[in-house]
């Protein structure tokens, strides 16, 4: 199993309609998030067919592929981590998540975090400190900020809420876009869980007016009408 074999099949699903709605899709204009990526024009379920088929390639080669420049082969590879770890021990989870932290320079867009960090990290986290996610969620870098708050989506699926909350108060004047998304997104989740606890949250030094709007909208989307109403009115 080789990092060539894996890119020779990827290139059988390769559609140039697609790269280029993807390339458009994924903002990688000069100046937009995903500036400079380029894109082979795979569809995500081909991507997930042959990372299911090559789980077991070795890192080495594995690493070759996160470091592509093609972003459908980094989606892909850390896709193939997912499954790799899937009802495996704690030993298997440990070094792939090392591994993924070796690269994660490399998990650079939306897709790619959203689809490897609240499997591996969160896993891998699962019983250890998690001073790694206050770190990533201060970091200058707009996906390590969202790797920080995405990962808590597993502990939030357990009633695990402190972290993300607490990361979500930390991202809570965030300038990005896709920040605001993320966070509105945890505290949805969150409250899909224990609405109460939600609403706390929002409640708190009045976050939910000071919050961006983006985010407020994604965090009380789930919501009953009239209750949406009086937070985006602001007469809680």
């Known amino acids: ?54 789980n077991e390639m070795p890192l080495s080669e594995v690493e070759k592929l996160l470091r592509s420049k093609f972003h459908e082969c980094r989606l892909t590879a850390v896709m193939l981590l997912v499954y790799r770890i899937e009802k495996k021990d704690q030993d298997v989870v440990d070094e792939v998540a090392e591994f993924y932290l070796k690269n994660i320079e490399y998990v650079n867009n939306w897709d790619i975090v959203d689809s490897s960090c609240r499997f591996i990290l969160a896993r891998f986290l699962e019983k250890r400190e998690r001073d790694l996610l206050y770190d990533l969620a201060k970091s200058d870098n707009l996906w390590e900020r969202r790797i920080a708050i995405i990962t808590c989506y597993y502990f939030i699926k357990n009633d695990d809420f402190e972290d993300a909350l607490a990361i979500s108060k930390l991202l809570l004047y965030d300038g990005h876009d896709l920040i605001h998304k993320a966070v509105g997104w945890m505290l949805r989740e969150i409250g899909g869980q ?6 706390a949250f929002l409640l708190q030094e009045d976050h939910y007016k000071k919050m961006p709007r983006t985010m407020l909208r994604y965090a009380i989307e789930k919501f009953d009408e009239p209750l949406r109403k009086k937070y985006l009115s602001g007469s809680i």
């Open 1 to 54: 199993m080789t990092y060539e074999l894996v890119l020779r099949e990827l290139q059988e699903y390769a559609n140039p309609e697609k790269r280029d709605h993807f390339a458009r899709f994924f903002k990688n204009n000069p100046g937009e998030y995903g500036e400079g990526d380029k894109f082979l024009g795979i569809a995500v379920p081909n991507q997930r067919k042959v990372a299911k088929k090559y």
């Open 194 to 199: 224990d609405q109460l606890t939600e609403e």
